[in-house]
Nanobody, 123 residues
């Protein structure tokens, strides 16, 4: 099994920045692509960013240019640097991992999920 633990969430004013981290543990040798999703109250889980083991990445249009995903394979960790935050970025942010080489923007394609970390952006 694989465990994912997110950290770095919190309360920030609009225009501010946060850096989320996700640490993977357990049977991580087969992990390849990882991603970040978020879920706002009464909304479906939304794709934000994903990254292959090699570092190739993709972003949702809503966060492109503001968020940056990165990974440290030696530490089995990924990060999400979030800049120019907006109130509509508020939600629970989830880290996900899948045991195939290529990332996906679809939540059902991911095999493992973290418990989520709350991000609240005040106006």
């Amino acid at each position: 099994q694989v465990q994912l633990v997110e950290s770095g969430g919190g309360l920030v004013q609009a225009g501010g920045s946060l850096r989320l981290s996700c640490a993977a543990s357990g049977r991580t040798s087969g992990l390849y692509a990882m991603g970040w999703f978020r879920q706002a109250p009464e909304k479906e889980r939304e794709f934000l960013a994903a990254i292959n083991y090699s570092g190739r990445n993709t972003y949702a249009d809503s966060v492109k240019g503001r968020f940056t995903i990165s990974r440290d394979n030696a530490k089995n960790t990924i990060h999400l640097q979030m800049n120019s935050l907006k109130p509509e970025d508020t939600g629970v942010y989830y880290c996900a991992a899948r045991s195939v080489a290529y990332y996906s923007i679809d939540a059902p394609d991911y095999d493992y999920w973290g418990q989520g970390t709350q991000v609240t952006v005040s106006s």
